[in-house]
């Protein structure tokens, strides 16, 4: 437990990026409970950060045991944990209506971990992943 948390601390100094700044403000409106709407999130924000996390794909594979080493082979192995974790697809399955979508990127973009997402962002951007992923998710 020790490691863990010490390992926690560690990402927390490293910056939490979108997948959180969005998390906050969803769990903030609509009392998710915020690692399950991590999760809900994660897999559009991997597909939005992809082009930019690709150099760290290989070893990520590598550590997850994956015979493939590039960005389809993980976010499968991602969505496949996710399924069998029955994690819902998407932010609907969480309650999130459709006119929550402006507001939420508005607040997202002022959030602390925000700005440390690998890949910059506009609120369109963030308009865009918080639709997908209310639609469709993974």
């Known amino acids: 437990m020790l490691v863990g948390s010490c390992l926690a601390g560690v990402s927390f100094i490293k910056g939490l990026g979108l997948v959180h700044a969005i998390s906050h403000m969803v769990g903030a409106e609509y009392d998710t409970h915020h690692g399950l709407t991590n999760a809900v999130i994660l897999p559009v924000v991997l597909r939005y950060n992809a082009d930019v996390i690709a150099p760290k794909i290989p070893n990520m594979t590598h ?51 925000y700005g440390t997402n690998p890949k910059s962002s506009t609120q369109a951007d963030i308009e865009a992943m918080i639709k997908e992923a209310l639609h469709h998710g993974r």
């Open 63 to 113: 550590v997850m045991g994956l015979a493939e080493h590039h960005f389809d082979s993980f976010y499968g192995a991602v969505c496949d944990l996710l399924d069998q974790c029955d994690i819902p697809k998407n932010l609907s399955d969480l309650g999130v209506p459709d006119d929550a979508i402006t507001r939420l990127a508005e607040k997202t973009m002022k959030d602390s971990a």
